[in-house]
């Protein structure tokens, strides 16, 4: 089992060998071309922990829960889910965090839980991926790209809350 990376790489020179490319120049390039990528998306990835970073301390979350629990609790949806549904289209790693603690908290098997799960499991990271994809190979117009995330998002939470109220309660 522990040789099949070695044994990939030991193919992948031998390959370049047969078609007489200098694999050690072809290398170099490719990290070079890593490099700068890594450098082009930098300031995407920075601006994106800071304003994580801001919106969470600067606890705009939490009043902007507070400002939408009033129609969440007449449509029976529970509030301890919506820092996740806010958070997840921004931050995968943050978002699963989120769930992690709503897990701990209620357990698996709660309607929180499911929801929560499903949520993490039917949702995508839309605004970073559009800012990290997008930003690397320079695409400026994301607002269609965003508007189209953002509302199937939307509507996996929606329909997660609806699939575990009709299938579990």
């Known amino acids: 089992m522990h040789f099949?990376?070695?044994?990939?790489?030991?193919?992948?020179?031998?390959?370049?060998?047969y078609k007489k490319i200098d694999v050690y120049e072809a290398f170099i390039s490719?990290?070079?071309e890593g490099l700068l990528m890594a450098l082009k998306i930098f300031p995407t990835m920075f601006a994106m922990v800071i304003s994580i970073d801001v919106l969470i301390k600067s606890n705009a979350l939490n009043a902007l829960i507070t400002l939408i629990e009033p129609i969440c609790f007449r449509l029976s949806i529970p509030k301890e889910i919506l820092p996740l549904a806010f958070i997840r289209p921004i931050s995968g790693s943050s978002s699963l965090v989120l769930m992690s603690d709503l897990?701990?908290?209620y357990?698996?098997?709660?309607?929180i839980g499911r929801v929560a799960s499903?949520?993490?499991?039917?949702?995508?990271?839309?605004?970073?991926?559009?800012?990290?994809?997008?930003?690397?190979?320079?695409?400026?117009?994301i607002k269609y790209s965003l508007i189209v995330g953002l509302l199937a998002d939307l509507f996996a939470i929606i329909l997660s809350i609806l699939v575990v109220s009709y299938f579990f309660y």
């Open 118 to 141: 499903l949520i993490q499991g039917s949702t995508d990271t839309t605004i970073y991926i559009i800012g990290l994809y997008f930003s690397s190979i320079g695409i400026q117009k």
């Open 30 to 32: 490719g990290v070079k």
């Open 103 to 105: 897990l701990k908290t």
């Open 4 to 17: 099949i990376i070695p044994g990939i790489v030991f193919l992948i020179v031998f390959y370049g060998f």
């Open 107 to 111: 357990g698996p098997d709660s309607f």
